[in-house]
């Protein structure tokens, strides 16, 4: 069973489009993330959402929200794409917010041509 | 500013022999530390961490040594297998109004030589 199960796996799209990736955790866990994995290679977190509260929300172009349903799903939707957004998302979840280790999902490379 | 710095991109060793990997942090304020290993295609999966309070942990074939006044940490693998040929991020969470927040390393990729 996939712990973080992230669709889709791919996303190839044109500039100025809007897209959505899901997420979903069947941990029990009560926080989940989304992080950015850019060019260079750094993973930098966007989101954090406990309990479908947001926690934290990093300096992220209001073109991306994130939604959760209920906690353990932690959607995160693009407006107007742009060709700087291109790099790999990945979702991520703990048991506490603070502490534990996060388990990551198999990401999604989104290409913006 | 990068808190968490991984110094070397690449790390090549043979199989058997014991593989090194570094980490150098520099806010003072973080006192839990976690490495994680990504294969390619696949998400960063857990492997070890370290709270402040120690200056080492094992599990197996991994230890992570903290050296918290030269804010440094190292992850041994002994011995190393080629199946451990991957990318290796250190990791500390901001406990300060960030909750949950891991800033990570760059990464070093590891290949083991059979």
């Known amino acids: 069973d996939t712990a973080v199960s992230q669709t889709p796996k791919y996303l190839v799209t044109q500039m100025g489009n809007d897209k959505s990736i899901k997420c979903e955790q069947n941990l029990g866990h009560d926080t989940m993330y989304w992080y950015k994995q850019d060019s260079k290679k750094f993973l930098k977190i966007m989101f954090s959402?406990?309990?479908?509260?947001?926690?934290i929300n990093e300096t992220v172009p209001n073109r991306f929200s994130p939604k959760s349903p209920d906690k353990a799903h932690l959607n995160l939707h693009i407006n107007s794409l742009e060709l700087g957004d291109s790099a790999v998302y990945f979702c991520?979840?703990?048991?506490?917010?603070?502490?534990?280790?996060?388990?990551f999902g198999d990401g999604t490379r989104l290409s913006i041509l | 500013d990068q808190q968490v710095k991984q110094n070397s991109p690449s790390l090549s060793v043979q199989e058997g022999r014991i593989s090194i990997l570094n980490c150098d942090y520099t806010n003072s304020m973080f006192d839990y530390f976690l490495w994680y290993k990504k294969y390619p295609a696949e998400g960063p999966t857990f492997l070890i961490s370290i709270s402040s309070i120690k200056d080492k942990n094992e599990d197996g074939r991994f230890t992570v040594f903290l050296n918290k006044s030269a804010k440094h940490l190292s992850l041994h693998i002994v011995p190393s297998q080629p199946g451990d040929s991957a990318v290796y991020f250190c990791a500390a969470p901001n406990r300060g109004t960030s909750y949950g927040k891991l800033t990570f390393g760059q990464g070093t990729i590891l290949t083991v030589h059979p």
């Open positions: 959402y406990n309990n479908k509260e947001l926690i």
């Open positions: 991520a979840s703990s048991q506490l917010q603070d502490s534990g280790p996060q388990h």
